[in-house]
């Protein structure tokens, strides 16, 4: 048997996302990463599910997301819970600002990737919050399509 040379794909996605808000419009986005906080995510040592993200002078910043430290970085560590900016187009940020003035709106991450030529980036979503009633019809729809895989 022959090992395949693929590196294995990290992807950490923020399950939460999808239940609590309606998402309308995705963008994949570069991040700006020190040496260590890629490595914690290459290894899979990242959280995004209680991250969000804000506009700062014309920047998109993503708040709230953990990265934990390296442990073999020594004492170059970087903060797990810094905030991170990410490398989108001046049309794309002017998407995401015109939206985000409407009320109703915020901005989330979805999943937390590596590309095919090895940047880590990140998907993100406008998104609006669902309502508890939306939440239980996705619940009930959830496990009528589970009830009907089991009988099949």
């Known amino acids: 048997m022959a ?3 693929k590196p ?3 992807s950490i996605k923020n399950k939460k996302a999808a239940f609590e808000f309606h998402l309308e419009a995705k963008f994949i986005a570069g991040i700006i990463l020190k040496g260590t906080e890629v490595k914690s995510i290459r290894a899979g040592h990242a959280n995004i599910s209680d991250a969000y993200g804000i506009l700062d002078n014309g920047k998109v910043v993503i708040k709230n997301m ?3 430290e390296f442990k073999n970085a020594g004492f170059m560590q970087h903060i797990p819970l810094n905030n991170r900016v990410l490398l989108l187009g001046k049309q ?3 998407k995401i600002t015109d ?3 409407d009320k109703g709106y915020t901005l989330i991450p979805v999943e937390l990737f590596f590309s095919e030529s090895g940047y880590a980036k990140i998907q993100i979503a406008l ?3 669902k309502k ?3 939440k239980r019809e996705d619940l009930k729809s959830k496990d009528i399509k ?3 895989e089991r009988y099949e």
Do not use: M, P, V
Request: without cysteine.
């Open 3 to 5: 090992k395949d040379n």
């Open 8 to 10: 294995k794909t990290i």
């Open 66 to 68: 953990h990265i934990s």
């Open 92 to 94: 794309e940020i002017k």
């Open 99 to 101: 939206k985000l003035k």
């Open 127 to 129: 998104a609006k919050g």
């Open 132 to 134: 508890t009633f939306d």
């Open 146 to 148: 589970r009830e009907l």
